[in-house]
């Protein structure tokens, strides 16, 4: 195809479903190429490269939010017909476009096809250059919904008194170059992670644990299906975390939208001999149709304050337990600890070097989101590359080295082929190590173009401080030096106040599983069950009712202190949790790409007191109040539970 049509969003960013995978194709260089074409309108059609993508061009189209751009008939008509018309003026030949408007943007399938077959059709005879068009859409469904529209408008067009056809393509014999064919594969290909599936779910319903089932089983049979709200928070912070940095929200917000029980995991159920035929039923057509309200990634948080608030029907709020708590708890602990290393670095680039002894893929991909967040400067981990826009690097192993005759043909060779590289010094002698570079630059004299040497053993600061002096004698005062080995945010504290002449840092398990606060007291509870506010009185447990809020208080430029409120309260201060989800859609307004969110944690990082910034225990923790309406009320529900259980004996 000449040219690929995204299903854009206003800004031309990443995202989820179609735009979110042909940026992670393309690469960082189509959302830098997009900006000075932004905002777009419903309806409009601009055009950039394709950067990575094996295309030519990418024609970005805004389609509408059904329900709320209106008229909704003709704005997607619009983005086809745009889309084409750009397409001419370009000399484009061959074109595929997605269904606009029917994912995250809720546009019927039924009614966004005939009015995208529709559209094609009446501009066709005005086409000269296009000469092949497809469609490009998610399952058999979507394609066969199509195709049967497509017969009926090609039978209709025809003046055919029978609605029977052949294949599309068929369908279309006659209409000569302006139109070869229509094909409909599905796309596996923009499904890279179990978010962005379509209609068919993201495979992970199953995901949860058996307990969820029962009580869903129980909720179903005794017809709770009010709304309720489940908090998730943090009760206490580690030890040595002054505050959180809340992240995985977006990552919750894509398991959501498409959370689906297959035949396969409703088969898997009935050989439990658990579960009513009923229930399984229901459960066929489970969506989670609910709302979310949550802190944006990079928010700094402390305990007890809500990070994240689901309010939906009983079940919907319940199933999805598991796997919320999972992902903003490896995320956050990520976070959280790479905020600490790059604070310790002070301005060095921090460079994850953790996925070989991180938990699992999962967790090794999570965490280099999380790190990117949490300032980290670039990951190794070359498939979060891949998935999340993450830069990678990396220098060399060991192994290279130790694979040639000596240190010296390493180091010649590999330059050769990179020659802006990081060489790795310490495989046998770090001083000799260094040496052999200088050797190098003397022999390569002006093609020299070695960035740095890496230490990876031995007395960091005393290493760094002698191959400093060996390379700035040799002139090579350019060339920097790149540590790593054992690294954590206090040995990186240490090297930065004793002035170790090392421009960066390398880290690689500490980080990667947290090893010093690997696990948080986090906990996600009913607060809420039919407009009512639910408690449990477990000794060190206590749980805030209700729907809430978190307002910052800022004095003088800075935010002092928190109040945990009601969700309807207004008070001073800045509000922290903000509507993410309705009707179990992500608001368009919310989806966010990461560099944004990285940048926001930067910013209220910076908002925090310098004690609490520090990665040493603050001397007084940063204050977080409960407003007295919500005390009142906790007050008021523990009371009323207390006769309840008077009453009961």
Known sequence: MDAIVNAANAELRSGGGVAGAIHRAAGPGLEKEGRALAPIRPGQAVLTGAHHLPNRYVIHCLGPVYGRDEPAEALLANCYANALRLA?????QSMAFPAISTGIFGYPIREAARVALKTVLEEVPRLSSVTHIRFVLFDEESQQRFERILGELSSSSAGKSSGTMGTPRDSLAGRGKHLEHFTFPTLPGLSTTPSMQDE???GLALFTDLYELTMLHAYYEEGMMADAVFTLFVRRLPVRRNFLLACGVDTVLDYLETIRFSEEDLAYLDSLRQFSGSFLNWLRDFRFTGEVFAVPEGTPVFANEPILEIVAPLPQAQIVETFIMNQIHVQTVLASKAQRVVAAAEGRPVIDFGPRRMHGIDAALKAARAFWIGGVAATSNVLAGKLYGVPVAGTMAHSYVQSHENEATAFRVFTQLYPETVLLVDTYDTLAGVRKVIDLARALGPD???????????????????ARRL???AGLRNVEIFASGGLDEDAIAALVSTRAPINGFGVGTSMGVSSDAPDLDIAYKLSEYAGKGRLKLSIGKPILPGRKQVFRIVEEGQDVRDVIACADEVTVGRPLLVPMMRNGKRLPERRVDLTTARQYAQEQISRLPERVRAITPADSPYPVEVSR?????????????????KGSI
């Open 88 to 92: 001419e003026q370009w000399g484009i």
């Open 200 to 202: 068919r779910g993201n």
């Open 448 to 466: 020299f173009k070695v960035k740095a040497v890496r230490l990876d053993s031995g007395d960091l600061l005393n290493l760094s401080r002698k």
């Open 471 to 473: 390379l700035d004698d």
């Open 629 to 645: 309406k919500l005390a009142h009320l906790q007050q008021q529900i523990i009371k009323d539970l207390t006769n309840n259980r």
